[in-house]
T-cell receptor
Framework: DSGVTQTPKHLITATGQRVTLRCSPR?????VYWYQQSLDQGLQFLIQ???????AKGNILERFSAQQFPDLHSELNLSSLELGDSALYFC??????????????FGQGTRLTVV | SQQGEEDPQALSIQEGENATMNCSYK?????LQWYRQNSGRGLVHLIL?????REKHSGRLRVTLDTSKKSSSLLITASRAADTASYFC???????????FGKGTKLSVKP
């Protein structure tokens, strides 16, 4: 158990809908990362938050947004969903958010299926 | 965009053999990390090697880093069927601290 909790584990929704994925980081970790993993694109970095503030942005679509709350949990919001958004979405946390880098701890992911 | 690129994309070996996976990256790094992912599960951190280190060991794992060639290798010795998984290298990109992964090597160890 990595200590990172993601909910829900599975999500099936229709095109055009909006969903929210939730992540609780490991106790004491200030940094939260979101990744999308699909078969043909590998593990794509979406966005990182550190202690409530956006730290880095990757290949995140404008239809997607995220935030980190004062209690450090994070939510990833996906809207106007398309079939191509079907993927595994992972959250990871680490103690630091600087370029020094420390190991990241991953949740078990949310499998999103858009039908 | 991918920072690291693993090679080969897939590797199939017999139990007891050694498995070597390579990773190349593009920009300067502070450290490079290797992760393992069992099918459909979350990634698990294996080992971190800093830019001033050339080699690091952890159990049956040996990681090397060549910053002049911007490459790293992961060696798993005496592989077991339970080592079957995908292995990813990851680096911190630039000054922002975002952890960037390669596409991974899918390792299959046959009993």
């Amino acid at each position: 158990d990595s200590g990172v909790t993601q909910t829900p584990k599975h999500l099936i929704t229709a095109t055009g809908q909006r969903v929210t994925l939730r992540c609780s980081p490991r106790s004491g970790d200030l940094s939260v990362y979101w990744y999308q993993q699909s078969l043909d694109q590998g593990l794509q970095f979406l966005i990182q938050y550190y202690n409530g503030e956006e730290r880095a942005k990757g290949n995140i679509l404008e239809r997607f947004s995220a935030q980190q709350f004062p209690d450090l949990h994070s939510e990833l919001n996906l809207s106007s969903l398309e079939l191509g958004d079907s993927a595994l979405y992972f959250c990871a946390s680490s103690v630091q958010g600087s370029s020094v880098g420390t190991e990241a701890f991953f949740g078990q992911g949310t499998r999103l299926t858009v039908v | 965009s991918q920072q690291g690129e693993e090679d080969p994309q897939a590797l199939s070996i017999q139990e007891g053999e050694n498995a070597t996976m390579n990773c190349s990256y593009k920009t300067s790094i502070n450290n490079l990390q290797w992760y393992r992912q069992n099918s459909g599960r979350g990634l698990v951190h294996l080992i971190l090697i800093r830019s001033n280190e050339r080699e690091k060991h952890s159990g049956r794992l040996r990681v090397t880093l060549d910053t002049s060639k911007k490459s790293s290798s992961l060696l798993i010795t005496a592989s077991r069927a339970a080592d079957t998984a995908s292995y990813f290298c990851a680096t911190y990109g630039g000054s922002q601290g975002n952890l960037i992964f390669g596409k991974g090597t899918k390792l299959s160890v046959k009993p």
